[in-house]
């Protein structure tokens, strides 16, 4: 491969990036996949390209104990299905692309907002 060639794909995903970034955060949707898990469920819920605006409820029946972020964006979790925060508990903050699972006597998380 000749070197501008080179020079020109590397500027192609470099711009295909930003644009990825940006869309992200504009105020329309997540880029990436947030995975839900409840305990001991072999069942997982997913959500792709959510709002990045309001709450949203994590439609898994008894709430999820294990997340996994894949997104560009970071999030935070309720133990609340309207996230609000509790007297025992805050959200649960969890950056782009890591995952969580809740502590073994914990409540499981029940709704999650965008950090944008």
């Not at 990436?32 to 819920?45: K, M």
């Not at 133990?79 to 903050?93: Q, V």
Request: hydrophobic fraction near 35%.
């Amino acid at each position: 491969m000749s070197h501008s060639r080179r020079i020109r794909v590397i500027t192609g995903a470099a711009a295909l990036l930003l644009t990825a970034t940006a869309c992200s955060g504009l105020g329309r949707s997540t880029v990436g996949t947030l995975t839900f898990r409840g305990q001991e469920s072999p069942v997982e819920l997913s959500y792709a390209n959510t709002s990045v605006k309001g709450c949203h409820e994590i439609d898994v029946p008894k709430g999820a104990t294990h997340v996994v972020n894949n997104t560009l964006v970071d999030v935070v979790l309720y133990r609340t299905p309207d996230c609000t925060k509790t007297d025992r508990a805050d959200g649960i903050y969890v950056a782009t692309t890591m995952s969580n699972v809740t502590a073994p006597d914990s409540s499981p998380w029940h709704s999650f907002r965008v950090v944008h």
